[in-house]
């Protein structure tokens, strides 16, 4: 999803007579951050799907200490116009994960919706090791993957609020640098 927003983000901003090229002027710091995060995030995920089982005691807290490092490079980066709204997005979901144990709470009613019975019973049982289905036992479950775009928009993804606070924030963060005269190149 994030990746979708990025790319649309892009576009909107090159619309609008921004300049792509401004992204790699920005003095981004400790973007290893924010990137290493989203590895370990992407690798619990990965492993959880039959592999890496020695993993599995540790996932809740690599999980949980992958937020460590995002918000680490969200605050490094904090001067960009729409890092606030990431940093709140990224606060809501770890707020919600580590309230469920290190894992995302996710709807079965969602994923039913999606079509993915599939997911809802992989979910149910082993998981992954950084989602979990919502019980009647679920924490802030309002706050965990509950939101599914229309089935007229072919994306077939659940998200939560704090990921539509992340996107909106990283669509600003782009807007802001592709357009902000403060980027400008004294050439331009």
Do not use: K
Not at 79 to 106: E, K
């Amino acid at each position: 999803m994030f990746l979708t927003i990025l790319v649309i983000a892009v576009i909107v901003a090159r619309l609008r007579g921004g300049r792509v090229r401004r992204l790699a002027e920005v003095p981004w710091r400790h973007l290893e951050l924010i990137l290493a995060a989203f590895a370990i995030q992407l690798g619990l995920a990965g492993a959880g799907h039959g592999g890496w089982i020695a993993l599995a005691p540790l996932a809740p807290w690599l999980h949980l200490g992958s937020y460590g490092l995002l918000f680490a490079g969200i605050w490094a980066n904090r001067r960009l116009r729409g890092m606030g709204l990431v940093g709140l997005g990224a606060l809501a979901n770890f707020i919600v994960i580590a309230a469920n144990g290190g894992r995302m709470p996710v709807s079965a009613e969602g994923l039913a919706a999606l079509g993915g019975t599939r997911t809802a019973a992989f979910l149910a049982g082993t998981g992954d090791y950084i989602h979990g289905l919502q019980t009647a036992a679920t924490r802030l479950a309002f706050l965990g993957d509950v939101i599914h775009f229309p089935p007229q928009i072919p994306l077939p993804v659940l998200f939560s609020p704090g990921d539509v606070a992340i996107a909106a924030g990283l669509f600003a963060v782009v807007q802001g640098v592709m357009l902000s005269p403060y980027y400008h190149d004294i050439n331009e």
